[in-house]
């Protein structure tokens, strides 16, 4: 579900009203007058919230609590599905006309133009501002804390004690810890690279979620944080984050990792504690990469299980003894052809 602290839901409506602006029929036998509350991910989804399911099978059907999921025309449940589902052409277009329905204002949000700090914020005693910081409705900055020119800090916004935020930096749909170390021009918080394809051009999917930062994190200098499209993107205690990384939408990265610059991390992404990302280390959505697992300058990680404790190169990315096997196999092998060549 959306934080309230940061989007306004215009709900509930009736199933009626959503199927009316998703362009599709009421189910049969379904209760046109029944009540939608929310929307909500496939797993913390209740008996009055609306969800979505984009694969053409239904393994997480059966154990999905939501009252209602859009599904693909052609899915056939293979179990009793709780939900009650409605078939619509495209599930992603369908969840962003009814996203759109519960949350027409789902941006940056608008701000006052008399009103640099707004009547509502709470700043903790020894907050530092510099010249040009903003800061929007009902956001709190923890005691110590020193925000830098130029900085907006959005709707909602909560920062721990004693964080750094440096020069020009955005804040928005986010949590940040204590310790925290945000460098000049990051951004936090901005929506996810989320839209649905069409013969009629690429629709936006609203992104409703947050990003969580725990204590004690580095996000470096231009580096971007997504936040989620329904879920959290969270960083996790103690990690360092270089310059120039972008993070995608949904992405959980451990405690204490390591991510060099220039790397590029997908949406959905799982990194467990200690791991280590070499500069330019891409990361495919939906991949999991095992604790302690370090991947070289370059790398290319494919969506698919990295275990921990392993050193990988290469893209694809394999185990480091694979690549450099590999490597030196071809060199011997450009050095034959040469040989022969001549």
């Known amino acids: ?97 009814a996203a759109v329905l519960f949350y027409p204002e789902h941006g940056l949000g608008s701000w006052d133009q008399d009103k640099c700090i707004h009547s509502s914020a709470r700043l903790d005693e020894n907050v530092r501002l510099a010249p040009g910081v903003v800061i929007g409705p009902n956001a709190e900055i923890g005691a110590g804390s020193r925000i830098g020119p130029n900085a907006v800090i959005g709707r909602g916004v909560m920062i721990g004690r004693d964080c750094e935020v440096g020069a020009h930096t955005g804040i928005g749909f986010a949590y940040l810890g204590d310790h925290v170390e945000v460098l000049p021009g990051a951004q936090i918080g901005q929506p996810g690279f989320g839209f649905s394809g069409s013969a009629a051009g690429h629709c936006r999917v609203p992104q409703l979620g947050r990003v969580i930062v725990q204590d004690r994190v580095e996000i470096g200098a231009c580096t971007t944080v997504d936040r989620g499209a329904l879920g959290d993107t969270i960083i996790g205690e103690g990690t360092k984050i270089d310059n120039l990384v972008q993070i995608g939408h949904n992405s959980r990265i451990g405690r204490h990792c390591i991510v060099v610059a220039q790397t590029g991390i997908s949406g959905s992404c799982e990194l467990g504690d200690f791991v280590v990302l070499g500069g330019q280390a891409g990361i495919a959505d939906h991949a999991r990469i095992g604790a302690r697992a370090r991947f070289a300058a370059r790398a290319a990680a494919a969506p698919g299980e990295y275990r921990g404790d392993e050193d990988y190169g290469g893209a694809p990315a394999r185990p480091m003894k694979q690549w450099r096997r590999e490597l030196a196999a071809v060199a011997i092998l450009a050095k034959r052809r040469g040989r022969i060549s001549k």
């Open 1 to 97: 579900m959306a934080d309230p602290r940061f989007y306004d839901n215009r709900g509930p409506f009736t199933l009626a009203q959503v199927c009316a602006r998703v362009n599709v029929d009421v189910p049969d036998g379904a209760d046109a007058a029944e009540t939608i509350v929310d929307l909500a991910g496939m797993e913390g989804a209740g008996s009055k919230h609306l969800t979505f399911c984009t694969g053409e099978s239904d393994p997480v059907l059966a154990d999905c609590c939501a009252g209602w999921c859009f599904v693909a025309r052609n899915l056939q449940p293979t179990s009793a599905a709780r939900p009650h589902l409605i078939r619509c052409d495209s599930v992603q277009h369908a969840f962003a006309a």
